[in-house]
């Protein structure tokens, strides 16, 4: 039933910037995260960006912090991540995750651990997007 439509892939030059959007087919509750994660060839998934819905409240992945900022236009049901500062190890397919948490605390560190660990077989994914950051 929920499609995630995503876009602003691209290659950029060490330092550049990108700005990724992903737009639900329907509503997002409240007690939902929303964002990115991403995957290296031969890697494991990897939190870039969630954001609680019901608040925007965001939590980012450690390698991130300080350089990407995720924003959501709930009226318009996207969310948008703008990537700046980056380097060839952002270099990754970026997908647009959506995530029904069962958590009280609106936050989304515990389901970005949880995205991390299952991959595709929890919540509902994107089809991805590319990102090349090159020297």
């Known amino acids: 039933q929920l499609q995630l439509a995503e876009s602003g892939g691209g290659e950029v030059q060490t330092g550049g910037s990108l700005a990724l959007s992903c737009t639900a087919s329907?509503?997002?509750?409240?007690?939902?995260?929303m964002g990115w994660l991403r995957q290296a060839p031969g890697k494991g998934h990897e939190g870039v960006a969630l954001?609680?819905?019901?608040?925007?409240?965001?939590t980012y992945g450690g390698s991130v912090k300080g350089r990407f900022t995720i924003s959501q236009d709930v009226t318009k049901r996207t969310v948008s991540l703008q990537m700046n500062n980056l380097t060839p190890e952002d270099s990754a397919i970026y997908y647009c995750?959506?995530?029904?948490?069962?958590?009280?605390?609106?936050?989304?560190?515990?389901?970005?651990?949880?995205?991390?660990?299952?991959?595709?077989?929890?919540?509902?994914w994107g089809q991805g997007t590319q990102v090349t950051v090159s020297s």
């Open positions: 329907i509503e997002t509750p409240d007690t939902t995260c």
């Open positions: 954001i609680w819905a019901g608040t925007g409240n965001p």
């Open positions: 995750v959506r995530f029904r948490s069962g958590g009280t605390t609106p936050s989304c560190a515990a389901a970005m651990s949880v995205l991390e660990r299952v991959g595709k077989g929890l919540g509902d």
